[in-house]
């Protein structure tokens, strides 16, 4: 009863035999439920707004971002910034082996594994990055600023790596020519 500001779940059953003019109501006192039903709809609501809104600076942010998972640093996540520094080839799904095989020999995935294992963060500074920014240019190379951050779950574990940094290369290269 939107009244009494109270909710009930109403059983009505026979009592007696078929002939019997008796019917017995059972009520059972469903507003704390309903209650909480509510603050769950408006939570869920409001956690929807909030990804919403990570995900519009995620992908808007100026500094490159990926969210990489497990022991193969498989991609989640990655934003636009990311994407233009490596080319704008498949990502999400795979390993950073597999996405990014002319990094193999530069000690970034060594780096992946070592923020991952110990949950100490790596940064990075005018680090040379060796790459192809198509998926069939030549290998360059560019210059980035980034940290390696570990990933750490509500529980503790860490469960992956998120990369965030600025391709400083247009920077370094000034100043050499200074």
Known sequence: ?????????????RLGAASDDRVGLLFTDVS????????RERLLAALEV??????????????FLAVMRGPAHAFELVNDAYYQLVGHRPLVGRGVREALPEVGDQGFHALLDRVLATGE?????????????SAD????????DFVYLPLVEADGTRSGVIAHGTDVTEQVHARRAA
């Open 137 to 144: 240019g030549p290998v360059e190379e560019r210059f980035v």
């Open 121 to 133: 963060p790596y940064v990075g500074r005018e680090e040379p990055l060796r790459l192809s920014r």
């Open 32 to 39: 704390a439920a309903r209650a909480a039903a509510r603050e």
């Open 1 to 13: 009863s939107e009244a009494l500001h109270r909710w009930f779940d109403v059983y009505a059953f």
């Open 50 to 63: 909030e990804r919403a809104r990570l995900a519009y600076v995620f992908q808007r942010a100026p500094a």
